[in-house]
T-cell receptor
Framework: DVKVTQSSRYLVKRTGEKVFLECVQD?????MFWYRQDPGLGLRLIYF???????EKGDIPEGYSVSREKKERFSLILESASTNQTSMYLC????????????FGPGTRLTVT | EDQVTQSPEALRLQEGESSSLNCSYT??????LFWYRQDPGKGPEFLFT???AGEEKEKERLKATLTKKESFLHITAPKPEDSATYLC?????????????FGKGTKLTVNP
């Protein structure tokens, strides 16, 4: 079974705080992704990584950065959280040899007050 | 621009009442079309991947089909536990980002 885990299910932070969201997969996947999901807007890609220390911007990278120091871990960083970053954050991973299917973690519901 | 439109936005069925969900797409070369199921407050759960027109995949009461312009998710004799939001996504063959473009989903409610 493909397993993608995220560090927190729920998180409440204050405006201006630095926030770290972590995603871990245990299947030696190369490609990992961060999306956010908002009502009426659907899922949108923030960043993705296709290898250790490699990253590329998605559709909405502003206000976010990422880190991938080890293959199994992909972190999303909010340098200075703002209220408009209140959202559901979803990490996904693509295992090799299974086509292009992405598997999602359980999500982190982040509230910035 | 790659786009995915799902219809209807919401669908209410009685248990046992079969129906179909639609996913229309425009994409610059289709690498794959993906169906996911999402329960409230949880991450999307993978259901199917379709790669070429004419392809069909089945799993329990669900069957996904693909044409050059749309995909259908057929639900046969649904049960209340099939209630969820069903998401469709496409991946374009061009470009290296592997980005999935998602539709906004169809919220399915199956009443007992």
């Amino acid at each position: 079974d493909v397993k993608v885990t995220q560090s927190s299910r729920y998180l409440v932070k204050r405006t201006g705080e630095k926030v770290f969201l972590e995603c871990v997969q245990d299947m030696d996947h190369e490609n990992m992704f961060w999306y956010r999901q908002d009502p009426g807007l659907g899922l949108r890609l923030i960043y993705f990584s296709y290898d250790v220390k490699m990253k590329e911007k998605g559709d909405i990278p502003e206000g976010y950065s990422v880190s991938r120091e080890k293959k199994e871990r992909f972190s999303l960083i909010l340098e200075s959280a703002s209220t408009n970053q209140t959202s559901m954050y979803l990490c996904a991973s693509r295992p090799p040899a299974q086509g292009y299917t992405q598997y999602f973690g359980p999500g982190t519901r982040l509230t910035v007050t | 621009e790659d786009q995915v439109t799902q219809s209807p936005e919401a669908l209410r069925l009685q248990e046992g009442e079969s129906s179909s969900l639609n996913c229309s797409y425009t994409v610059s070369g289709l690498r794959g079309l993906f169906w996911y199921r999402q329960d409230p407050g949880k991450g999307p759960e993978f259901l199917f991947t379709l790669y070429s027109a004419g392809e069909e995949k089945e799993k329990e009461r669900l069957k996904a089909t693909l044409t050059k312009k749309e995909s259908f998710l057929h639900i046969t004799a649904p049960k209340p536990e099939d209630s969820a939001t069903y998401l469709c996504a496409v991946q374009a063959a061009q470009g290296g980002s592997e980005k999935l473009v998602f539709g906004k989903g169809t919220k399915l409610t199956v009443n007992p």
